[in-house]
């Protein structure tokens, strides 16, 4: 996720500067404040993050669900390339904002994507 990616670096600043306020000085103990807080407000902010990043960039849809598109959808069927692109995207951020929980026996085989 690219909240995850997003924090490495504040993550790595507090951690450097633990190293240095443990080995060499604890005056250095408060220079890791800041990255905390920034490290933290990322933590929270995930999922608005994570939400923003990939409505500019939506992810690929699995290709069983692009081809049901294909078969099942008639509407997908007649758009433009570029439109089948920009829906598969709308799709794909539906299902990462959507819980979904397939109603089905526990011995049974797993429910499939559509």
Do not use: H
């Not at 598109?69 to 692109?85: A, N, Y």
């Amino acid at each position: 996720m690219f909240s995850n990616l997003l924090a490495i670096p504040f993550i790595s600043g507090a951690l450097f500067f633990l190293y240095l306020a443990w080995t060499i000085d604890g005056k250095y103990a408060p220079w890791m404040i800041p990255f905390l807080v920034a490290a933290a407000v990322i933590y929270i902010m995930s999922p608005q993050i994570n939400w923003w990043w990939y409505s500019r960039r939506p992810p690929r849809l699995s290709p069983q669900m692009q081809e049901m598109l294909s078969r099942f959808c008639p509407f997908f069927q007649r758009l433009s390339p570029e439109q089948k692109i920009r829906f598969e995207g709308r799709v794909a951020l539906f299902r990462m904002g959507t819980d979904w929980t397939p109603l089905s026996w526990p011995d049974d085989a797993p429910l499939p994507p559509d």
